[in-house]
């Protein structure tokens, strides 16, 4: 029988930490994939191998901590497989193509459309109330996400880039409401793992299909700190991540958790300064500026905004 994480809820001072750290993590992404890049693996390549090692790694520390946490009950399957399947392959794979058909910038905006989804299904069925804060907030997120990657400066904007981006938008949207209602009796990392054990599969048989499966091993021969690093955007971009997220939707509204997570951008932003020298323009520094005001105006006790 299916054991309920019974762990109790996070204050609600430390729930948004959880999320901005998260946002931070997966931020972190870019500086995993220009090394991986440069090592001689795509992006189908380090997706499949990230895909596998999820599930791995999670395995390990449930069995080490607390292995009843690997029961679920047989009603829960079909959405765990669509968590698996279009909340977080179909979300990377689509993410990809928005990517490459359309450059970062655009796809990074398309992408933080999802707050305004997650946003509207909580409104409208799990009866979040909508507040003009809220309304403000997201805003100047969404403000923030433009300008922080270069919608100033004109985007790059194709037909199919375009149903990428928006798809990507739906399934990430698809992951925040499921873990925010129906996997929400779960342990965290039994989220993870199961999501990330479905969507492996999807992963290496489209690595497989794309041609791309054999190489993997060649380079990892030759490079085994490849491996290593591969393995290391596994930890530090999805296990962690995800298991912080997860921890925090469960206590604060999807909505908010949603909004809060366009720090993500920013936080690539800034990574990119310290670490590759990547100059931030002035429509940079606002978008950081939007955003910060949005976390702090979230962040302010309800009570004293009317709706």
């Known amino acids: 029988m299916a054991k309920t994480w019974d762990k109790a809820p996070l204050s609600s001072r430390l729930a948004p930490v959880l999320v901005l750290i998260a946002a931070a993590l997966w931020g972190s992404n870019g500086i995993f994939v220009k090394v991986l890049n440069t090592a001689?693996?795509?992006?189908t390549q380090i997706t499949a191998v990230r895909m596998c090692s999820v599930p791995v790694l999670c395995l390990v520390i449930l069995l080490a901590t607390d292995p009843s946490q690997l029961s679920i009950r047989p009603a829960d399957w079909k959405w765990f497989m669509l968590n698996g399947i279009a909340g977080t392959f179909c979300f990377t794979l689509l993410y990809t193509f928005s990517i490459e058909w359309t450059g970062m910038a655009t796809a990074a905006v398309l992408i933080y459309l999802m707050p305004s989804l997650v946003m509207l299904f909580s409104v409208l069925f799990l009866g979040e109330r909508f507040t003009l804060r809220k309304g403000l907030c997201l805003v100047l997120s969404l403000l923030a996400c433009g300008l922080v990657s270069g919608l100033a400066e004109g985007l790059s904007l194709r037909w199919n880039g375009l149903l990428a981006g928006l798809g990507s938008a739906g399934c990430y949207a698809v992951y925040n409401i499921l873990i925010a209602t129906k996997l929400r009796r779960y342990n965290p990392l039994t989220i993870v793992f199961y999501s990330g054990l479905i969507a492996a599969?999807?992963?290496?048989?489209?690595?497989?299909?794309?041609?791309?499966?054999?190489?993997?091993?060649a380079v990892f021969a030759a490079r085994p700190d490849a491996l290593v690093l591969n393995v290391l955007l596994a930890v530090f971009c999805s296990v962690l991540p995800y298991g912080l997220y997860n921890t925090a939707v469960k206590t604060m509204a999807a909505s908010k958790a949603s909004i809060l997570a366009t720090f993500e951008p920013i936080a690539a932003a800034l990574f990119g300064l310290v670490l590759f020298q990547e100059a931030v323009t002035s429509a940079g520094w606002?978008?950081?500026?939007?955003?910060?005001?949005?976390?702090?105006?979230?962040?302010?006790?309800?009570?004293?905004?009317?709706?």
Not at 40 to 43: A, F, R, S, V, Y
Not at 287 to 299: D, K, N, R, S
Request: charged share 10%; hydrophobic share 50%; proline share 7%.
């Open 201 to 217: 599969v999807p992963s290496v048989l489209y690595a497989a299909l794309t041609g791309d499966l054999p190489g993997i091993g």
């Open 40 to 43: 001689g693996l795509n992006g």
């Open 286 to 307: 606002l978008g950081i500026v939007c955003e910060v005001a949005a976390l702090v105006l979230l962040q302010l006790p309800e009570k004293q905004h009317a709706s």
